[in-house]
């Protein structure tokens, strides 16, 4: 409302005394986030760059241009985040011509705000309003900084569920678990039927920290004084002892994950489970052709019987970058993008995006039954996963560090020496040194 | 031509007898282990060229679950029109660029580095020395490292996303001005530019209608190593280009085979589209081997 009396007002010639008026209640609109950018439309027609790795993501933004004549958006492209996308954003940002939007992931968004990357969007009303829309705790993944601040907008999530072989399991008289105690169980008589219940991934740190999120585990922490730092909360330390002593029971395999060896284990029946996010729903299918209508999904197994808690794996959002001159019209077009249901659809459609609002979750287009599932009706699943997902996880900001130092004692782990949770302790110590190295203020 | 062939024996006969010669008194024995070695090789550069070829042959679904070193169902031609038609033949244009961007840049970076090499050899001024020093310092800075100083000069004249962002950086090659200066400096004779230049043709058009054509053997070299080199450049488009339409074959490749996660269906289109991007290499290869071996061993003797 306020900005829009603001250019009405401004865009005619009036008297000294008006405008200071219009003015002083333009900068009060930014209440509660001191660095809100302004968020005031431009005048005349726009262009926008959009750099993002989604394929398939022009057709939509097609529709999007045919529509709004004087916001054209520019689609750009690269690898993805952090395979080189995110470092071009930096860069392009110091020398002054990023886009104006920019896909980030969830767990790469807090580095951004750290090095003053991305606009504070706060300042625009239409995304304060559109809070609403959005799953809860996919808000919480953009709304950064405990100030109000909000960084982007959600794309899409990962919730998380349990990939299993309903044939093999019906066929053995295995019970599906619903705990990670019945997981143990059940990976006890799948160890000796020759198979293992899933592969324990050395490499996909996310996929433990997803496990982690929804053991109720805090890797990071922000407000105002700072950061705190917890990978070996007693959350993650029960989640690293429990995989641990899957591996020390020799009931999970360790293939390197999205490898030959490891798209083999799962086609040739190996491997009869994997709890992985609504995305994993393709990676399967693509990985495992021979085992096509033999897998449902069931809810991530429980701490607790009776809870219904899950995790998050993945997901990115849409950030307005340092440096853009038209927040407004990006906001608008983020917006569009990841709230109407023709863009939700067009999205889903093109490229498997998952929506992050609780309207996107009752597409028509996931609705439908899955026939490499047997007919299940998937989403349904994940749908519901989504409203469980433990609210207030944060990312970090240098979780790239972070992983590789993880990842670097898992793999350790895997082959022997050294524990799970002694690779938590070493990714805690290596990211805290990683802070304070870049004047990131830590409280411990 | 002929200055160049009737000069190189003169110079190296005395040193030693030929390479040719000598392997023919070596033993029957090395010989054959000297052959075993070679063959050990040729399969091993080769086997990955014919696993592409075979993976290209197949379905998607069928390259991860049939043996991966012989063919399944032959659908080589079929996943071409595929690759062709995915996103409106985006790959073709990719290949064009890599095209334009190799073989113009190639080509002009080749003439630019004979100039410079010809001059630097013929012509006596001060400071020549000092300039091809730091000529030859640029042959040991790597063109990564060059990256991002680039992007953010070519930032301040608002040319990054642009044909010339790509194009202009593989213009200059130190090292092809080295071969240039070392191989203008033995086959082009002082004489002969002092003949023409008594019958009255100027420096330029002595350049282009004498020297060129007797330091062609180099120039095809140098042409070569700086086809590949931008062929191959990898991280010089992936930090200055963000529109798909300017992208070089191999970093359009790299955006699609780092989707495979997502669509899985793209490991077709990315075996398939490596394997059309080598053939342009091969073709160049094979066609200016000839003058490749020879302009290198003339590089290596001098």
């Not at chain 1, 295995?174 to 219940?197: F, N, S």
């Not at chain 2, 033993?27 to 990955?48: E, G, I, K, N, Q």
Request: one cysteine or more.
């Amino acid at each position: 409302m306020k900005h829009k009396l603001f250019t009405a007002t401004a865009g005619v010639a009036l008297s000294a005394l008006l405008l200071a008026g219009c003015a002083g209640g333009g900068s009060s609109s930014g209440d509660g986030a001191a660095a809100a950018a302004d968020c005031a439309p431009s005048d005349g027609p726009v262009t926008l760059e959009f750099t993002s790795w989604i394929p398939g993501i022009e057709k939509v933004v097609d529709m999007w241009n045919t529509e709004n004549p004087d916001i054209q958006v520019k689609v750009q492209t690269g690898p993805n985040g952090n395979n080189g996308t995110y470092q071009n954003f930096f860069n392009q940002i110091a020398a002054g011509n990023a886009p104006d939007l920019g896909q980030i992931e969830y767990d790469a968004l807090p580095n951004f705000l750290v090095q003053d990357g991305v606009e504070n969007i706060a300042g625009c009303s239409d995304v304060v309003n559109a809070k609403d829309q959005f799953v809860g705790w996919a808000w919480n993944q953009v709304a950064l900084g405990g100030d109000g601040g909000v960084y982007g907008i959600p794309q899409d999530i990962g919730p998380m569920g349990l990939f299993y072989r309903s044939d093999l399991f019906e066929k053995n008289n295995i019970p599906v678990p619903t705990t990670w105690d019945e997981y143990t169980e059940a990976a006890k008589k799948i160890r000796a039927l020759g198979g293992y219940i899933t592969n324990f991934s050395q490499s996909d740190i996310n996929q433990f920290a997803g496990f982690v999120w929804q053991a109720g585990g805090q890797w990071f922490g922000n407000d105002a004084d700072g950061w705190t730092v917890s990978l070996t909360d007693p959350a993650s330390k029960k989640v690293a002892d429990y995989w641990q002593s899957l591996i020390d029971q020799d009931l999970v395999s360790t293939y390197p994950a999205w490898t030959d060896e490891w798209n083999n284990a799962y086609n040739s029946s190996q491997v009869w489970t994997w709890n992985s996010a609504v995305w994993g729903a393709n990676s399967i299918s693509s990985g495992a052709p021979d085992t096509a209508g033999n897998w449902s999904v069931a809810d991530l197994p429980q701490w607790k019987a009776g809870d219904a808690v899950s995790g998050n794996w993945g997901g990115s959002s849409i950030a307005v970058l340092k440096g853009s001159k038209h927040p407004y019209e990006a906001t608008k077009f983020a917006l569009w993008l990841n709230t109407s249901t023709e863009a939700l659809t067009a999205l889903n459609e093109e490229a498997n995006i998952y929506p992050a609002t609780t309207e996107g979750l009752k597409l028509p287009s996931l609705a439908k039954g899955v026939d490499f599932y047997g007919g299940q009706k998937i989403y349904d699943v994940f749908a519901k996963a989504a409203t469980e997902v433990t609210p207030d996880f944060v990312w970090g900001p240098t979780m790239t560090k972070t992983y590789a130092d993880v990842s670097d004692g898992f793999k350790a782990a895997v082959s022997g020496s050294g524990t799970l949770a002694d690779a938590l302790q070493k990714g805690q110590d290596a990211t805290i040194s990683a802070l304070e190295s870049q004047s990131i203020p830590v409280k411990k | 031509m002929s200055a160049v062939t009737t000069s190189r024996p003169r110079s190296s006969a005395p040193r030693s007898d030929s390479p040719r010669s000598r392997a023919i008194r070596e033993p029957l024995v090395s010989r054959t282990s000297a052959m075993l070695v070679m063959a050990v090789f040729t399969v091993y550069f080769l086997l990955p060229l014919w696993w592409l070829l075979v993976a290209s042959s197949k379905s998607t679904g069928d390259i991860l679950t049939t043996n991966p070193l012989w063919f399944a169902d032959m659908r080589l031609f079929s996943n071409i029109g595929d690759l062709f038609a995915y996103r409106d033949g985006i790959f073709l244009r990719w290949l064009g660029n890599s095209l334009l961007y190799a073989g113009l840049g190639g080509a002009v970076a080749t003439l630019l580095a004979a100039m410079a090499g010809y001059a630097l050899a013929k012509y006596r001024f001060p400071g020549r020395e000092l300039i091809f020093d730091v000529v030859l310092g640029g042959v040991l800075v790597p063109a990564t490292a060059l990256a991002l100083p680039l992007f953010l000069i070519f930032s301040q004249v608002q040319l990054t996303n642009t044909f010339w962002a790509v194009f202009l950086p593989s213009l200059v090659s130190p090292f092809g001005v080295y071969l240039a200066r070392i191989f203008a400096a033995s086959s082009v004779p002082d004489e002969l530019l002092e003949a023409s230049r008594l019958d009255g043709a100027g420096e330029i058009r002595t350049f282009f209608t004498v020297s060129l054509r007797l330091m062609s053997p180099a120039l095809v070299t140098m042409f070569l190593f700086q086809f590949v080199a931008i062929w191959n450049n990898f991280f010089l488009p992936l930090i200055m280009l963000r529109s798909e339409e300017l992208f070089p074959v191999v970093f359009g490749l790299y955006g699609w085979n780092n989707q495979l996660n997502q669509i899985p269906e793209l490991r077709g289109l990315v075996l398939i589209g490596a394997l059309l991007s080598v053939i342009p290499l091969i073709v160049i290869f094979l066609l200016l081997q000839r003058f490749w071996r020879n302009g290198l061993g003339t590089g290596a003797l001098k």
